[in-house]
Every structure is written in structure tokens, then in C-alpha cells.
């Protein structure tokens, strides 16, 4: 089979920005054909840090572009003081959730500070084919712990649940989703997934003990669920 190739049609591309502590990066999307579409982007921040556990963060939503058009989806920035390896990623899906477009840019931390890995990221690039496309290792081995989140009370339990799965080691080829969505009256709804199935839920608080709380029974229900998976995956190769 061929290689697909990406940004033929619709250009993923991302733009950096230098400032006096951070840079700055613009999601940008580009039409090239006479025709109006809707898209959806998705728009995500890996870090690893010195032991290569990988967190992710990301924003995604549906857009439409007219014919020709080039507009600018969103925009993240990252401190230059951050010791982490930082991966920038963006990816432009059509109405079947097939990937159309996509762009990336790695940062690396030398001499105290971050900086581009390649500093042509500063330059449009050409098409990407799917191969050359493909995250590096270390982005594909381990599971993430993905943050779509919405006030501080939602950041906070992120952090709170990240920090208890990186403290009890947790390795996983799978992805932990924590979602944020509006709930009843003023309070939102706090969800925890792995593969689109609900292992915990709860209507937010801003009190610090109770989202600790949370997030460690939480974290103890995704174990047992991966557990769970494991013990499956076990006794079916024992079948055969």
C-alpha cells in the first residue's frame, strides 16, 4: 500500500513564537481546496521528564473552514525554565475521524533553558508522509494520563491524581482520560476513563482533601481495572 501522506488538502501547521520567558505556539489550519469543510483538531503538549514518564495535554474541537481559507485553532505556551522534554503536536481530522493534516515540534532542554530541536520549525514545512509522521519512541510505549479539563478545581485533581499514578509507579500501555464536563447548578462533573469505559465519576469541590481523596480512589479503581485486563490478556494466551 502507498503512503499516505498528510497536508495535501488541509495544512496542519504550528508557529512558534519567542518571548522574553516562553515561546509561544500557534495551532494554524489551512484550506488548500476551492471547497468549504469541517474539521476537527486536535491540539496536544507531551512531557516527559528525566525518567520518561509522559503526560499529556491537549485541546481539541470542531471547526469549519471556508475555501482557501487559513485560520489560527488555538494557542499553548510553554516556560522556558521547564526541564521536561516537551513535544508539540497537531492533528487535523475530517468528518470520519481520518487524519488529513498534522505538524509537530520538539523542544529540548540544554544549558539551563528550552529550546527548538529544530530550529527549521520557524519555516512552512512540507508534507509529512505517515511514516516520517509517527511519535518517537517513548511517546507510543507507555500509557498517558490525558487532562480535558476545564476550571481549577479540574486541574487540581489532575495533579493530585498524576502525582499519586507517578509516585506508585504505574506502568501502562494504556491511556487514563480525565474529562471535565459542566454538571448541575455551578459544580462540573469529573470523569475517569480507560478505553471510553467509566471507572469513576464525581461532582467537583474545590476543597483540597476531598479532590485528593477523589483522585486516590480513583487511581485505585483504574489499577484494579488494569489488573483486571491483565488477568484476561493472561488466562486467554494460557487458552491457546
Known amino acids: ?97 481520518k487524519p488529513v493534516g498534522q505538524d509537530r515540534i520538539e523542544l529540548i532542554y540544554e544549558n539551563g533553558y528550552q529550546k527548538l530541536a529544530n530550529e527549521e520549525a520557524l519555516v512552512p514545512q512540507a508534507a509529512i508522509s505517515q511514516d516520517q509522521a509517527a511519535p518517537q519512541d517513548g511517546y507510543i510505549m507507555d500509557g498517558l494520563v490525558v487532562e480535558n479539563t476545564l476550571t481549577k478545581a479540574g486541574r487540581d485533581f489532575y495533579k493530585y491524581f498524576y502525582s499519586e499514578y507517578y509516585n506508585r509507579g504505574i506502568q501502562t500501555k494504556k491511556n487514563i482520560v480525565i474529562e471535565e464536563v459542566p454538571g448541575r447548578m455551578r459544580s462540573t462533573r469529573i470523569s475517569v476513563k480507560i478505553n471510553d469505559r467509566l471507572l469513576w465519576q464525581f461532582f467537583s469541590q474545590p476543597k483540597k482533601s476531598f479532590l485528593q481523596s477523589m483522585a486516590i480512589t480513583a487511581l485505585d479503581r483504574c489499577i484494579a481495572h488494569l489488573q483486571q485486563l491483565q488477568q484476561q490478556k493472561d488466562n486467554t494466551l494460557t487458552r491457546y
Do not use: C, G
Open 1 to 97: 500500500m502507498s503512503a499516505q501522506f498528510y497536508n495535501k488538502e488541509y495544512v496542519a501547521k504550528i508557529y512558534v513564537k519567542k518571548e522574553s520567558e516562553f515561546f509561544t505556539f500557534a495551532a494554524t489550519a489551512e484550506n488548500l481546496t476551492p471547497t468549504d469543510i469541517n474539521l476537527k483538531y486536535d491540539f496536544s503538549v507531551y512531557s516527559a521528564d528525566k525518567n520518561n514518564n509522559v503526560s499529556r495535554s491537549n485541546q481539541t474541537d470542531l471547526f469549519f473552514l471556508k475555501a482557501n481559507e487559513k485560520k489560527v485553532l488555538s494557542t499553548v505556551a510553554v516556560n522556558y525554565s521547564i526541564e521536561d522534554k516537551i513535544t508539540i503536536v497537531l492533528v487535523l481530522y475530517d468528518k470520519d475521524d
